[in-house]
């Protein structure tokens, strides 16, 4: 590590390097969703959502001071939700920094994502900022959470032929005395009903090689996660109507019905 970058990393907290890894490990993360992992509203903590936001908007504003992050040009609601709509992303400073953590070497260029990759990375890091709140709040305790590409699965198709199954997440949860391994999926009703059950079909597939299950010793329920309840009875009727897909391997709930399907015990 140069001396220059050793320098600046000693002036980081702990929560500095905390949201540098967020942003690392998500790739996108919005102030709102910044502000409900590291400034929580707690006793002791910050004492009102003001006082919480208002801490977070000076870590963040510091961190873009040192070109450690940057907020896209574009905003989640428009430039009416102000700085709480700004994305944020890790400059290349920020890169080369977490980089030189681990010892290695190298850098990545950063630039504006496009629109659907924005909106895809942000409904997926607000699923994980869900589960860590529900975690952090003792409602579910989150055993594990992998992100792409850490949660890809592959494994050997038909002919020889290697396959890659693409969750958005992993999550191991324990609600109660019941422990839960789930495949997530962040259904923006975007994808035509033909992609959707053919990404079924490839979860079918990979469950009936009994590779996760020998590893794991079960096999994930796929949650797919949609935006309300009309995209959800859409899924439904369609998985349903598949005879090639198992009844038991998928369920679909709504965005906001994914924490309370977290923590109800499943026996």
Known sequence: MNPVDAA?????SARDLAILDDLEQLRLLTSRSIQQLHFPVAPDAHATMTGATRAAMRV?????????????????????????????QLTSLGDRIQRARRGEKGRRRYTEPSTQF????????????????LDRERQVELLKVETEPSCWREFTGPH????????????????GAWEDSWFVEADRSTEHLPVILAKCRLYA?????GIEQQSAGVFPI??????DKARQAQLIRAIRGDPSLPDDLFRVVTTEQFAAHLTTTNP
Not at 118 to 133: N, Q
């Open 160 to 175: 020889g032929t290697v396959l890659t199954l693409k969750p958005d997440l992993y999550a191991v949860t324990a609600a």
């Open 60 to 88: 963040l504003n510091r961190l873009k001071g040192e070109r450690l992050i940057s907020h896209l040009a574009r905003r989640v609601g428009g430039a009416r939700r102000g700085s709480q709509g700004f994305i944020w």
């Open 8 to 12: 600046l990393l000693a002036t980081l």
């Open 205 to 209: 597939r990979y469950a009936a090689t």
């Open 118 to 133: 924005v909106d895809h990375t942000l409904a997926v890091t607000d699923l994980v900022t869900t589960l860590r709140v």
């Open 222 to 227: 796929v949650l797919w996660v949609v935006p």
